[in-house]
């Protein structure tokens, strides 16, 4: 019998449990029917379509643990400032887009200027202006959050429907960036940002299809063939994508295999449980499974909502009055985890700072207590600042470490932004990928995009150097804490069997073993024979999915 597809002229990277290497993959009727040399060349016959890798690796398809695909994609409609780095780059988008867009003159929602994707360290601080923002554009409203998603950049107009003011409180779970007086300056952070997103019209069904298909595309361009998107729920400037992603499993454009996280509602308690419930029933479908939960525990560490266990540093050394938020209250936290997970929910934590990593790990460990140990797979993505003495406890609580490997680099955001305010020593305690992997913890691997690139061997190259992958380098800078590295076969592992296992995907994917799903992603090189710096130049050439091409570049 003859194969529909062959890959042959290897190496093969299996991320089986032994790492082996083969030269040649047959593939029928969307599964792997074939692993290893010469003798694959057997199956090939007058149909089969034969990929020649010419040396080039064939990984499993890459999956992403913590991604955003519709809000990336909308920002990639919308006014995108990812490619930017500095204010008058962002300006320049801004003004290019709002001509380019003009109002249509309709209650249509027409005349807000949506998009996003700034960097923090483009701006004193971390926070624009409005005022800044006022000189290209005076009568428009704009509500434009970061890259990270934790702050948003509003102008004047915006602020003024809004009636945000000196007189405005801060919300509970945020904080209005303002002046010496107490006028609000124009940035927003984390809960300050429904102030004003709440004025804003809910895209179209028709303009989230658009988006869900413009981040898949996206995603399957850097070999990403399955992954979890962080939240599926009414968060910041993101509404509820459950429904886009149940019509398209439905009707066949969705091609990636989708967990969905469904957003804990922080202003709620335990009463929004039974809707989380209803949602898992009403939303899966097929390749899209609303099985996990997203907790989002704490905030970030540029603005100084990261939960710490000891207060921040002011920049000279000395402790403030401000250790962060937790968003979830530990008494809430320790009596919902095991409410899901006696439901059969998997909790998708985000924590940054070592007291957010410590509640979730306690929250598990309350869930064990009362549940016994299930198969959860719990995990914790982020995990910037970790304690020493909770390392070892994501092995023994079976919590798997969700790397978001890019961000653990020196760049001005973490020069200017995080390092003067943690202090030591809790300098030394961010991205502890090395530790984690001798202490035995399952590694798996996401991006966070539209919070930063969704190349995963960006993110692989970080992981292994420790410094910025070519072409993402935001200046000349040593290796960000190199005892914490992983090894290449390491990161690409997480990247795939890991990510695959924590989204429970791993029976069927992950791994390129026979009988499992074609996910597969030819590179444009083999990056174990080259040096280690070059890893990030890696690019991906073509991408399968049930041995189907998803994505083929221009010179495959």
């Known amino acids: 019998m003859h194969a529909d597809l062959v890959f042959t002229g290897g190496p093969v990277f299996t991320a089986d449990t032994v790492r082996s290497r083969a030269s040649a993959v047959a593939v029928s009727g969307g599964r792997i029917v074939a692993v290893g040399g010469d003798g694959i060349r057997d199956l090939i016959g007058p149909r089969t379509e034969v990929v020649d890798l010419a040396g080039r690796l ?3 398809g890459f999956q992403d643990a913590h991604v955003h695909p519709v809000s990336g994609g909308l920002e990639l409609l919308r006014c995108d400032l990812g490619e930017g780095s500095t204010a008058d780059e962002y300006l320049a988008t801004i003004a290019a887009y709002a001509a380019a867009h003009p109002p249509t003159g309709q209650d249509d929602g027409s005349e807000w200027i949506l998009g996003g994707g700034w960097a923090m360290s483009a701006f004193p601080g ?17 509500f434009l959050p970061n890259r990270d998603g934790h702050g948003a950049w509003v102008n004047s107009e915006a602020l003024r429907r809004a009636g945000i003011d000196r007189h405005t409180p801060d919300p509970a779970d945020g904080r209005i960036e303002r002046d010496a007086d107490g006028n609000p300056t124009g940035t927003l952070h984390e809960g300050a940002m429904s102030l004003v997103n709440r004025l804003i019209a809910d895209p179209t069904p028709e303009f989230l299809r658009d988006a869900l298909v413009e981040g898949q595309r996206y995603l399957h361009s850097y070999g990403i ?14 509404v509820d994508q459950g429904e886009t992603y149940r019509q398209a499993a439905i009707d066949g454009t969705l091609t990636g295999r989708v967990v969905g996280a469904l957003w804990w509602d922080r202003t709620k308690g335990l009463e929004q449980i039974p809707s ?7 939303f899966s479908h097929g390749r899209f499974q609303a099985t996990s939960v997203k907790v ?12 710490m266990l000891e207060p921040y540093h002011d920049g000279h050394g000395h402790f403030t009055d401000n250790s962060g938020i937790s968003f979830v209250t530990p008494e809430i936290l320790n009596e919902a985890v095991p409410q899901l997970d006696a439901l059969g929910f998997q909790v998708h934590f985000h924590a940054i700072g070592d007291r957010a990593v410590r509640e979730c790990l306690d929250a598990v460990e309350h869930a064990i207590a009362r549940n016994g140990r299930g198969d959860g797979r719990h995990h914790i993505a ?8 909770d390392v070892p406890r994501f092995r023994t609580l079976g919590v798997a470490a969700n790397m978001q490997s890019l961000w653990a ?7 200017d932004l995080t390092l003067p305010f943690l202090g030591a020593p809790r300098d030394a305690w961010q991205y502890p990928f090395g530790d984690l992997l001798r202490a035995g913890a399952v590694l798996a691997a996401g991006s966070d995009w539209s919070v930063s690139s969704p190349n995963p061997l960006a993110a692989i190259h970080t992981a292994v150097n420790r410094q910025a992958a070519p072409g993402y380098e935001e200046g000349d800078y040593e290796p960000f804490l190199p005892e914490q590295a992983i090894d290449l076969a390491t990161s690409l592992t997480a990247y795939t069997a890991g990510s695959a296992w924590v989204n429970h ?4 994917t992950g791994t390129i073993e026979v009988g499992k799903y074609a996910d597969l992603a030819v590179l444009d090189r083999d990056p174990f024979a080259g040096p280690a710096d070059q890893i990030g130049a890696t690019r991906v050439l073509q991408t399968f999915v049930d041995g189907a091409r998803v994505y083929g570049a221009s010179d495959a």
């Open 58 to 60: 064939l990984v499993p």
């Open 126 to 142: 971390g926070t624009p202006t409005a005022s800044a923002m006022d000189r290209v554009l005076p009568d428009r409203p704009a």
């Open 225 to 238: 063939t399955a992954w979890q998107d962080a939240i599926i729920g009414d968060y910041s400037d993101l």
């Open 276 to 282: 989380l419930v209803e949602r898992r029933e009403r």
């Open 296 to 307: 989002m525990q704490d905030g970030v560490a540029e603005n100084f909502t990261a939960a």
């Open 382 to 389: 982020h995990i910037q600042v970790v304690h020493p003495d």
């Open 409 to 415: 680099t020196l760049e001005p955001q973490m020069v």
């Open 505 to 508: 995907l791993d029976e069927a």
